[in-house]
């Protein structure tokens, strides 16, 4: 049973229902510190014009259309949509107003937090999780000694969130947001029981970061591990002498409760439900995790390749051997397998790629090339870590099996393929191409291909290509959609398997779709793309109102549909790919990186039943073609 002083939180753990505000709960660092030093800089996330909205529309539902005949009924429903008077000038007015409202701090933070996430009731596995994979540096020293490096660098940069001294968050000269960092440690998400989740805080105001606990997950049994002593954070030496415990430990494995998070978000409520009312000992075993600093999942598996280090940072391999040594929840836990195969995964709801990107590449970046400090061995007598106990009853030993026959669903429908390029950033840079743009329409030049190849037609998609952009230029701004399908893209596409068309056209038309991309990109970093804004609209239609005919078409609902969901992030230390689940059934995810000088790199899941290793191939040859263009070309000829 749990010591008599030890005090469980249910207020911080209950999952009945999602606590008003809950998003203020995460504390801020000291007033006058660095780190939030810029937000009242910030400008609110603006609302585009209507007109300009549904310009851009219209740009970007005629490339979809199958038909003359299917463009004209969406027109006509866009032009009653848009008509002085009609019901699109009204919500759009209702958005400006709700925007001017004094107790909304965010027209669009509500709205987008519930229904693109908290809301979203699958499994957060595949689905929602990303993950990142890299390599452990000091490869000459114990995996204890190079786990616990990398454990305290991370530590050492919650210490500097917490204080204020941590960095802002830059593009070349502006500042981003650091709103979400909030909620990158200490914090884990709730299962609701009403259907909506929400994330909660073990944090607490003027906590220095030289206090608290990370939980480490070995043969999945949980161990709460102490981060300092005296109000010193553990050296690296002794963080090793922590984890050397853990490894050399004679327990069993323990029951797969991870597992429990992979299920679908109603089954997992109820379970958790379960799970905190069973028994003293199993609240507070969550309660420690919930409030844990972060996770570190101690693996048992040994990837030899890059794809196998995926597959298990993606959803603990492919027989599913990990994934009861995962706390899915929480917004970061590092993955630390026997071989050294490492990397990292990320909970979405509360945060953007961006921050996990910079707090990873940090943490690499100066144990590989800075003067780190590791810190000094402590003289005290460190507590050794503690094992977790979970009382296990019929009732949770049955959702335990449930969950395993849900991910093993899951995970049995699951393809993956990766693909390192033969040239990268530099070369494409000499072309006179953004690297972004680039790739782009190599995906785009494969995805047209892919279709013509089995059966279809490029021109005839059953969706759109999303790319992500970052909108943190604005307070508690998250991302904006990049539609990427132009006819500018379509017209380039046809040109490079139209024998008519000599190699000076297609390298204008290349030209003419990345400039294009490239103004699309601009307006979404500066919120001025068209998604969240008529999310946003959809979101303010009122009680008994009747849903505009628009929001029903057929072609704006394919526009939408993001049967490519892409987005690049980019770290020099990511080296063992990184990745996330297609959006829909049919679709595929793209994770791409085109910052190596020498390379791009794709990642591509989807389900089985969609030609995974097709594409792959299709984009290797998209983009030697695309390179052929410029074989003895210079810039004076584009």
Same mark, same amino acid.
């Given at each position: 049973m749990p010591s008599p002083s030890y005090s469980i939180n249910?207020?911080?753990?209950?999952?009945?229902?999602? %606590?008003?505000? =809950?998003? $203020?709960a995460a504390p801020f660092p000291p007033e006058g510190t660095l780190t939030f030093s810029r937000q009242k800089q910030l400008p609110k996330l603006p609302i585009p014009a209507f007109e300009r909205t549904i310009e851009k529309l219209i740009q970007s539902l005629q490339p979809l259309a199958w038909s003359s005949d299917e463009w004209k009924s969406t027109k006509a429903k866009i032009d009653q949509f848009a008509r002085p008077g009609g019901l699109g000038p009204i919500l759009h007015r209702r958005l400006l107003e709700r925007n001017e409202t004094d107790n909304i701090k965010h027209w669009l933070e509500e709205? =987008? $937090?519930?229904?693109?996430?908290? &809301?979203?009731? $699958?499994?957060?596995l595949v689905n929602v999780s990303y993950y990142y994979g890299f390599s452990l540096p000091y490869p000459e020293r114990s995996l204890a000694y190079r786990t616990a490096a990398l454990i305290r660098s991370v530590l050492l940069q919650r210490r500097q969130l917490k204080q204020g001294s941590m960095p802002i968050d830059l593009t070349r000269k502006d500042p981003l947001c650091m709103d979400t960092w909030r909620w990158m440690f200490d914090c884990c998400r709730i299962p609701g029981l009403e259907g909506t989740d929400w994330s909660v805080t073990g944090a607490q105001s003027g906590d220095d970061g030289n206090h608290g606990h990370i939980i480490v997950l070995r043969r999945n049994r949980p161990w709460k591990v102490d981060i300092s002593i005296d109000g010193t954070l553990l050296s690296t030496q002794d963080l090793e002498t922590q984890l050397r415990h853990i490894y050399e430990s004679p327990l069993k494995t323990a029951p797969s409760i991870g597992l429990l998070t992979s299920n679908d978000r109603d089954t997992w409520a109820k379970d958790y439900?379960?799970?905190?009312?069973?028994?003293?000992? *199993?609240?507070?075993?969550?309660?420690?995790?919930?409030?844990?600093?972060?996770?570190?999942?101690?693996?048992?598996?040994? %990837?030899?390749?890059?794809?196998?280090?995926?597959? *298990?940072?993606?959803?603990?391999? $492919?027989?599913?051997?990990?994934?009861g040594n995962r706390w899915l929840d929480k917004p970061a836990q590092i993955i630390i397998c026997d071989n050294g195969e490492s990397g990292y995964m990320g909970e979405h709801s509360v945060m953007d790629g961006t921050p996990s990107v910079t707090m990873i590449d940090r943490a690499l970046g100066t144990l590989y090339h800075g003067d780190f400090d590791h810190g000094s061995q402590t003289d005290l007598t460190v507590s050794p870590p503690r094992p977790l106990e979970w009382v296990v009853t019929p009732e949770v030993a049955t959702a335990i099996l449930?969950?395993? &026959?849900?991910? /093993?669903?899951?995970?049995?429908?699951?393809?993956m393929g990766m693909?390192?390029?033969?040239y990268g950033r530099d070369e494409i840079k000499k072309f006179g191409f953004s690297p972004d743009a680039w790739a782009q329409m190599i995906i785009q030049l494969a995805y047209h291909r892919l279709l013509a190849c089995t059966g279809g037609s490029g021109r005839k998609r059953n969706g759109g290509t999303y790319e992500a952009a970052s909108t943190r230029g604005f307070f508690k701004g998250r991302t904006e959609t990049i539609r990427i399908v132009t006819e500018e893209a379509m017209a380039f596409c046809d040109a490079m398997d139209d024998p008519s068309q000599?190699?000076?056209?297609?390298?204008?038309?290349? &030209?003419?779709?990345?400039?294009?991309?490239?103004?699309?990109?601009?307006?979404?970093v500066n919120a001025m793309g068209i998604d969240r804004h008529l999310f946003g609209m959809r979101n303010v239609i009122g009680p008994g109102e009747s849903l505009p005919a628009l929001f029903s078409d057929p072609l704006y609902i394919r526009g939408s549909t993001w049967v490519l969901s892409t987005s690049a992030i980019f770290s020099r230390y990511f080296t063992r790919g990184y990745g996330w689940g297609q959006v829909v059934p049919g679709g595929f995810g793209v994770a791409y990186m085109t910052g190596f %000088?020498?390379?791009? /790199?794709?990642?591509?899941?989807?389900?089985?039943?969609?030609?995974?290793?097709d594409f792959v191939q299709q984009i290797d040859v998209a983009s030697e073609d695309m390179r052929r263009l410029f074989e003895g070309a210079t810039k004076a000829h584009m």
């Open positions: 249910f207020n911080l753990l209950q999952n009945a229902k999602q %606590p008003v505000h =809950w998003k $203020d709205f =987008w $937090d519930n229904a693109a996430y908290l &809301k979203y009731r $699958d499994s957060v439900a379960n799970l905190l009312s069973t028994d003293s000992r *199993n609240a507070v075993t969550l309660q420690d995790i919930v409030t844990a600093a972060f996770v570190v999942c101690l693996d048992t598996s040994t %990837p030899e390749t890059r794809l196998e280090s995926s597959k *298990n940072l993606f959803h603990g391999g $492919d027989h599913l051997d990990q994934l449930g969950a395993q &026959k849900a991910a /093993e669903r899951l995970v049995s429908r699951q393809a693909l390192t390029t033969a000599d190699a000076e056209t297609r390298r204008s038309l290349l &030209k003419t779709a990345t400039t294009k991309h490239r103004l699309d990109a601009d307006d979404a %000088p020498d390379r791009l /790199e794709f990642t591509v899941t989807s389900r089985k039943s969609q030609p995974n290793a």
